[in-house]
């Protein structure tokens, strides 16, 4: 007999009318406070890029590693909240933060000076993984993308060693690099698709930008202090370089994985079923207070996200626990644990000691339903 689809018992109607008066309080809830909580988060990487540039002549050190690292990861929070709009309907909010001005044209080199373009981490990102989440078009599925390695002949500790590497470097080798591909392919040529080739673009829009500021722009500001100033900044931003990769893989990667999290086959039979999908396949970290919410760079509520993407970071942290009441009355999972848990959990997804779950496609569940109704109403005739 077919299992039955893991939504079967939920009240559809219900679920959605909770989600419709979670995202009515999230709309009634938004002051200058939630503007002026951006600010804060901003400042404080700012002080921590600070910090680090102003130890970064000292010769290779942990403090302005660490600093300029941490500061390249808050660019990132931001970015994530305001290139999905969190911001643009927050009373107050400056116009740097909304989603048509940040990182846009020069405000990229102020605001996001990542390797992604953002236009192309937006198109990647906000539409094809929040649309298509743990599906075949989700850009993001790390099941299907590390098949390669899942599928090797490799030892478990080669593979280890392998997502390891990734880990440091994958922003440049993996993340830019795919945001580039799926937005260069959506382009028609007729609609100004980018004349270059694929790797002609990402050395020239994504690598060359990023290698100015913080390879050559950020050591060359320490010239007038000699050349092993400017060799320890370029030392010390190369270190940040790996860690800041570290950190935000760290946080990344874990969101929609594990063998307790669902991948599906299909597209979603209904809107409710579209909702359920974000809940069973995202994960959530320890969530609670600034300082913990910024070292996991506000992905931490990655259910909540997923669930309302236009919501601005300090809203997440206002409605988590009542998303966590919703799903529990309505026998959803809701998957949280530390970041290291999750981080494990990926880790064995990547190597293929552990699979996703798969949920059956939606149509054949109320298939094999229909049948078990005639089956029972044959056996009571």
């Not at 080798?173 to 959506?186: C, E, G, K, Q």
């Not at 997804?349 to 149509?363: I, K, L, N, Y």
Request: charged fraction near 25%.
């Amino acid at each position: 007999m077919p299992t039955a689809h893991p939504m079967d018992g939920l009240d559809e109607q219900a679920f959605l009318r909770d989600l419709r008066a979670l995202r009515a309080e999230i709309d009634a809830s938004l002051t200058e406070a939630d503007g002026e909580h951006l600010k804060k988060i901003e400042r404080w990487g700012r002080a921590a890029t600070l910090i680090g540039l102003a130890t970064a002549w000292m010769g290779p050190n942990p403090v302005s590693a660490l600093g300029l690292a941490l500061g390249r990861s808050t660019r990132w929070a931001l970015m994530h909240h305001c290139g999905h709009r969190g911001y643009d309907k927050v009373p107050g909010a400056p116009e740097r933060y909304h989603s048509k001005v940040f990182a846009r044209g020069w405000r990229r080199l102020v605001d996001w000076p990542d390797w992604m373009i953002p236009e192309a981490w937006i198109y990647e990102h906000n539409i094809l993984h929040h649309q298509h989440t743990g599906e075949q078009r989700d850009p993001d599925l790390i099941e299907r993308n590390a098949g390669y390695l899942r599928d090797s002949s490799l030892p478990i500790w080669a593979r280890r060693l392998a997502v390891a590497g990734l880990a440091v470097s994958w922003k440049p080798v993996y993340y830019a690099p795919n945001t580039l591909r799926v937005w260069l392919s959506r382009h028609d040529p007729k609609d100004g698709a980018e004349p270059d080739a694929p790797w002609g673009t990402f050395l020239r829009r994504c690598a060359a930008p990023y290698v100015a500021v913080q390879f050559v722009g950020l050591p060359l500001l320490f010239a007038p202090l000699g050349p092993l100033a400017v060799a320890s900044a370029l030392s010390n931003s190369a270190l940040a370089e790996l860690l800041t990769n570290l950190h935000s893989f760290l946080v990344v990667g874990p969101n929609h994985s594990g063998d307790d999290i669902y991948r599906f086959d299909d597209r979603p039979g209904s809107k409710a079923e579209l909702y359920w999908r974000q809940i069973v396949g995202s994960v959530n970290y320890r969530t609670g207070g600034d300082l913990n919410d910024w070292l996991h760079m506000w992905l931490n509520y990655q259910i909540e996200h997923h669930l309302f993407p236009d919501a601005p970071a300090s809203a997440l942290q206002r409605i988590q626990p009542k998303v966590e009441a919703m799903c529990a009355r309505h026998g959803i999972p809701y998957a949280q644990q530390s970041v290291l848990q999750r981080f494990r959990k990926m880790v064995r997804v990547f190597t293929g000691e552990e699979s996703m779950r798969r949920a059956p496609p939606r149509a054949h569940a109320r298939a094999t339903a229909a049948m078990r109704v005639e089956d029972a109403a044959r056996d009571a005739g």
